[in-house]
């Protein structure tokens, strides 16, 4: 098993930045993708970033490319998503997540398999 808990969410205004932060317990970890996904009201849970288990690939969506960045310290079994100049529709829920085992599917959620509970992320304009 795999447990994730989100921290860092919080309220800021337009072209501000935040960094949400996820820990993770479970041996499990060090060998598994993770992503970050959000949820905004009404709209469906999206593909944000994901970080393969050393580190070394990243992915984003088109979206938030060039504004945030995922990074991962094994060592203290957490995952970051530092996000910078932070716009109105980046407001969502943004849930950390570790991916099941096999290549691909970076960015789908249904190849993730353990679910955080979601930190709140409010951009104001």
Do not use: H
């Not at 935040?18 to 060998?31: H, P, Y």
């Not at 949820?39 to 849970?45: D, F, L, N, S, V």
């Not at 932070?86 to 997540?97: F, M, Q, V």
């Amino acid at each position: 098993q795999v447990q994730l808990v989100e921290s860092g969410g919080g309220w800021v205004q337009a072209g501000g930045s935040l960094r949400v932060s996820c820990a993770a317990s479970g041996r499990t970890f060090t060998s598994r993708t993770m992503g970050w996904f959000r949820q905004a009201p009404g709209k469906e849970r999206e593909f944000v970033a994901a970080i393969t288990s050393s580190g070394g690939s990243t992915y984003y969506s088109d979206s938030v490319k060039g504004r945030f960045t995922i990074s991962r310290d094994n060592a203290k079994n957490t995952v970051y998503l530092q996000m910078n100049s932070l716009k109105p529709e980046d407001t969502a829920i943004y849930y950390c997540a570790a991916k099941t085992y096999g290549s691909g599917g970076y960015y789908s959620v249904a190849t993730y398999a353990y679910w955080g509970q979601g930190t709140q992320v409010t951009v104001s304009s």
